[in-house]
């Protein structure tokens, strides 16, 4: 079997939002589709460990808000690789309590759902929460996240087409070193810099400040190994 066949589906990326009682949570997921249009059901596959899963789980509702492309790495960063039990990961994001009581995440949002669950399938590791759309609003016509675009240029899994660089500059230097982050998977491509630390693209690794961290999870720069060619 090729797994590869499976990063040849198209997502999104969205955040979810739930409660429970007066609390609130949201995570980052991939897996938000529309299931049938009349009337508009939709459906999202939520891990069993998260905090979002108990939530929807008690209050049977959530949200998902549509991401746009320009999202930074540090905002979903902090919805993907940061735990609702121990923060509250909605502190200093712009968000609005919806019409089910849910948290709508409206920061680099395009657009947004609120659902209630009608359904819940048992599908091992998650479960898929089928829910029937209650509200809906389209924030901004920019253009939203894709996961692809997110996995191979945004957390640098795959080289961004660097502006500064041309095809020939790249044959004729060496090849620059790149290192992984080994929390969350993020790659520090030297030749990309980081553009949202204000890291300039060819800044070798040992270079980087005593402080920066992954803009993705926060890892410092002890938590990241170098990468064979
Ligand atoms: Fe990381």
């Known amino acids: 079997m090729d797994h590869r066949a499976l990063h040849k589906l198209s997502y999104g990326l969205y955040i979810i939002g739930s409660r429970k009682d007066d609390r609130l949570n949201a995570q980052v997921a991939n897996t938000v589709f529309q299931v049938t249009a009349e009337p508009p059901v939709i459906a999202v596959s939520i891990n069993k460990g998260n905090l979002t899963h108990e939530f929807i789980t008690a209050s ?27 923060m509250n990961k909605l502190d200093g994001i712009a968000y609005k309590i ?40 389209v924030m901004s016509e920019k253009a939203c996240m894709t996961y692809d675009y997110y996995r191979q240029v945004k957390r640098g899994t795959a080289p961004a087409a660097a502006p500064s660089y041309t095809a020939e500059e790249r044959k004729a230097g060496p ?17 990309m810099g980081d553009p949202e630390s204000n890291i300039k693209p ?28």
């Open 175 to 191: 090849r620059m070193a790149k290192y992984r982050c080994t929390v969350c998977g993020y790659i520090y491509d030297t030749e």
């Open 60 to 86: 049977g509702v959530f949200s998902a808000s549509t991401l746009c492309s320009d999202t930074p790495l540090s905002f979903i960063g902090n919805f993907g690789f940061k735990s609702g039990r121990e």
């Open 98 to 137: 919806g019409e089910t009581g849910a948290p709508v995440i409206t920061e680099n949002a395009v657009a947004y759902l609120e659902a209630r669950v009608i359904q819940q399938v048992d599908v091992g590791t998650h479960t898929l929460f089928i829910g029937e759309v209650v509200s809906a609003e």
């Open 202 to 229: 060819g800044t070798p690794f040992e270079q980087l400040p005593d402080d920066w961290t992954c803009p993705v999870c926060g890892a410092s720069k002890g938590q990241f190994e170098k990468m064979e060619e």
